[in-house]
């Protein structure tokens, strides 16, 4: 298992122009100081996926701090990731009624099938395990999003094949793909490590 908490400090994460565009357009109305800090990261990292380090510097910048002034925020909430998301991103919901309906019981699964504990990645970061929060879809509870879509009414088997078919190596694409019409809604909060 991998986890990477300081080491994307070293890493570029350069952002393209038009990345750093659509984040400065993102983080215009934002007062400069401390105060607008977690909000800009939030905007960064809800448009990003992650946090890179060009986008630590645009914030920097736009707020008229320092660099150390942004990463500090960063590297202190858990929510913020610092390193991309791997290809196929598993989030658990902790929400009451997916642990109600045999949640922890489906995270212990995931956790050993996949081997990594919430909250990291896979053996090659080809995958993750991350921590989600209620969205409102309950009524598939219990469940967990697949990059984002979910894949519910999971039964204890269930979990364990879908654990196994992603550690196989199967996209996310074919294990979790966006039915005609729908429309997707995100998991409030993704974090990197368990409550
Ligand atoms: S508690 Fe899991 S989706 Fe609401």
């Known amino acids: 298992m991998t986890d990477h908490t300081n080491d994307a400090l070293s890493q570029p994460g350069l952002l393209t122009p038009s ?3 659509r984040l400065r357009d993102l983080l215009a109305d934002l007062e400069p100081g401390k105060g607008s800090v977690l909000t ?9 996926g992650w946090v890179p380090r060009g986008a630590i510097s645009l914030i920097a910048g736009q707020l008229r701090l320092t ?5 500090g925020p960063a ?3 858990s929510e913020f990731r610092l390193t991309p998301p791997p290809a196929t991103l598993v989030a658990w919901c902790s929400g009451p009624t997916c642990r109600v309906l045999g949640g922890e019981r489906i995270k ?3 956790e050993k099938t996949l081997d990594c504990e919430l909250g ?11 921590l989600g929060q209620c ?14 879509r979910v894949v519910g009414k999971l039964s204890l088997a269930g979990s364990a094949r879908l654990a196994q078919r992603i550690r196989d190596g199967e996209g996310a694409a074919k294990i979790a793909p966006p039915p005609p019409g729908a429309v997707e809604i995100q998991p409030a909060l993704i974090r990197k490590e368990s409550p």
């Open 75 to 77: 590297t202190f909430y």
């Open 120 to 130: 990291q990645n896979g053996p090659n970061d080809d995958y993750g395990l991350w």
């Open 67 to 71: 660099d150390a002034l942004i990463y």
């Open 40 to 48: 800009a990261l939030h905007r960064a990292q809800h448009e990003l």
């Open 135 to 148: 969205n409102g879809t309950c009524e598939q509870a219990p469940q967990v999003w697949v990059n984002g």
């Open 19 to 21: 990345q750093s565009q």
């Open 108 to 110: 212990l699964i995931l």
